[in-house]
């Protein structure tokens, strides 16, 4: 159960980090760094997703 909890903050959170990129690209000018932060970090829980649905699924919590 902790397991499909993980997953699911880090899906929202991956949400939550693509809807702040699209506000900064609309609100921001082009010298602002912060488009460029939400991609890296957007990047970052990807990677810990998959990371965490491999482990899932060939652990066997998710199986």
Known sequence: MLLKTLIAVV????LASLAAGAGFLLKDDSQSRRLLTSLKIRVCLAALLVVLLAYGFFGGPLG
């Open 11 to 14: 899906f929202i959170a991956m």
